[in-house]
Every structure is written in structure tokens, then in C-alpha cells.
């Protein structure tokens, strides 16, 4: 396995600093036991009557369900660890487990649903817009593009390959529309749309600002849908995100540009703005960079970090269904904050680096850890190629500031 190898290498095994207290999103006392609020968000909260000793003999920690698990792991320093024993679990669980409600998330262009499993978890449910073979039309801007359910699975497993660790897990799934949308939805809104097409096929549209239409709608053959299955954040109750605007955000216009794409020395007035101008939230911001620039993702208006960490954490890369939508040509516009910057982390360039080397060939990663989704193939080969000749471009544009 060229993806066992990867995480064995020194590059890999560069150790976070130690976790304090402080560190972590949720403290948790490994002697109480937790248990669920009645309120509509199905949200854990720590029970009043503790039990001081379960009858398993276990400690309160092993009887959590694994989603709660990966919420108590998140920590300043990663979403969770590079060898997380609950990863293969948690995806597992989001392939397979019984599907107790469904109902449209609000908000956004597109149509996502929020679906919830016996033991509480959640997950955002991007439905299959397009076929793998698929690319986006040429003359198609980038905001109103699709979103692609598989590249929402491949953005989560390249993130991991990078080692940025910034993504929730998410899984492909084959979902029933019938049983495990329609009959249990209790959403009125989205319940007045399922239809059943000339073709005999289970259809839904749901409502949204863009594309939840009849023309627009979701069918499965005949009731079979594919999709991702995203593990979701801890509910905002209890671990506040805040919202930052890109400074390489694009203007949304047809004929409009915006001002990084007109000014050479942009990259000058961000690194004097905070919270810019002091830490590594600028190389964080360059990551994020490569790895949208990897994907063609041209869509990250904004992006977000737990409040209770303040400047000093990581970026959390959300939002990634409109990348891998062409592989024939590269887009270097997305690669701005790096060339105008001319910084990168020394860890991201090793690794980078490493990448591009017969044993550890981009693609071939990839294609390994996509290979293991239900939902496999999760992409088309052309794309895994062109993941090989996108990072030769951006080792290229770092050996231009090198030589500057």
C-alpha cells in the first residue's frame, strides 16, 4: 500500500505540539456519562445525574457513539489525528447506518439534506448532480457551476493525503429515495416536491435560490440515488465557528473583477491586515490554496475556524462540491495567493515535494483511497492525471519565487 507507506514517512510524523486543556474543543470528564438533550437539534449535553461507573465497567468514553467520539477528539491543532483509529469506523457508519430522518438544510444554491441516524449522528447529504465523465462546460462561470457529490468524497481523502487533516469524513452512499427520503421526511416544504418522472423514476426538488426546479430535479433508477454522506461539525450551540472572508475572494459578477486580480502588490495590504499580519493564518490560507488549486475549485468565497481558538488554529475547508469539474485545462487563477505572496509552508512544500516522486505519486494515493468509497470509482481517471500535472504547476510556481 503506497498510502500506508505515505503515513510512515518522516514528513508525516511531524509531531503536533502537546494538547493542553485549553486546546480542546470540548473538555470532558471521562467519568460522566453523556446524554441527549430533547430539543429539536438532537444535540449531546452532559448529563446532571453523572454516573460515576457505567455497569459495563467501561469508562463513559467507550460507550459514545463514534461521531461524539470524533467531536471530543477536535483540537486547536487538527480535526483529528493523522492515524485516527475511529476513521474507518466513522465512515463505515455513514455508508451503512439506518437513516431516521431526512430534511432539507436551508440555505445555499443547491439542494443538501441533513440526515440522522439512530445514534444521533448527522450528516449533510449532497445528492448526484452529474455523471463522472462529466466536465463543466467551458462557458459556464464558476458560481453557477454544480456541485458534485464525488468531488466532495475526493476533496476529503486529497486533504487527508496533503496531511492538512481540515475536512470531516464524509462517504459515498447509495441512497433509497422512497424509504429513506421520502416516506420518513417530516419536511413539508421538501415532501410537496417528489414527483414520479415520464420515466418511472422516483423524483424531488426541494426548495432552494438556484437550481430546485422540476427542470432541476434529483432521480434516482428507479428510486436508487448516489451521494455524500459529510460527518457535521458540532452544532454551533456548543462550538461557535466564525466566518472569515477570503482576501482572494472573487467578485460573483459577470464583468466585474475583483481587486486581486487587478493589483500585482495585493498580497502586500493583506499581509499588513489582521488577522494576516501576525501567526500562520496567511500560510493556512495558502494551503487551502493548493489545495483548491489541485481540484480546480474556483468557489472559496469564505471559510471558517472554531471561535473558541481565536487566530491561532486551523482553517476548516467546507464546501468543496465544485472541485474536480475539469480535468483538460487548470485554472492558475486560483493559485493567486501563492504566486502574489510568494510564501508556503516549508512542511507543505516537502510534501509537496514528496508527492511528485514515483513512490508516492499523487494520483496513485488518490486512486487508492477512493477505492476503498462504496461509491467507487469516485472519479474519472483523467482527473486523478491531472491532480499530477496541477502539482508539478504549483512546484513550479514556488521554484519561480524561489529564484526571485
Known sequence: SKLAALFEHPL????????????????????????????GSDEWVSSSKAETLLPTGKTAYDTYPTWLKFHVGINRYELYPRRDPLMPTLLRDLATQRIVSSVQKSGGTQLKLIMTFPNYGQALFKPMKQTRDQETPIDFFYFSDFERHNAEIAAFHLDRILDFRRIPPVSGRLVNITKEIRDITTDKKLAKTFFISPAGNVCFYGECSYYCSTEHA????????????????????????RSWRSPWRRSYHKRKKAEWELNPNYCAQVRETPPYDTGHRLLDLIDMTVLDFLMGNMDRHHYETFEKFGNDTFLLHLDNGRGFGTHSRDEPSILAPLQQCCSIKKSTYLRLQLLATQPYRLSDLLREALA???????????????LDRRLGKVLAAVGRCLAR
Open 372 to 386: 476503498t468509497d462504496p461509491l467507487a470509482p469516485v472519479l474519472a481517471e483523467p482527473h486523478l492525471r491531472a
Open 12 to 39: 508525516y510524523n511531524i509531531p503536533i505540539p502537546e494538547v493542553t486543556e485549553k486546546d480542546k474543543l470540548f473538555v470532558v470528564n471521562p467519568m460522566e456519562k453523556f446524554s441527549l438533550r430533547s430539543s
Open 218 to 241: 434529483l432521480c434516482g433508477k428507479p428510486d436508487q440515488l448516489e451521494g455524500s454522506m459529510a460527518t457535521l461539525l458540532p452544532d454551533k450551540t456548543l462550538a461557535k465557528r
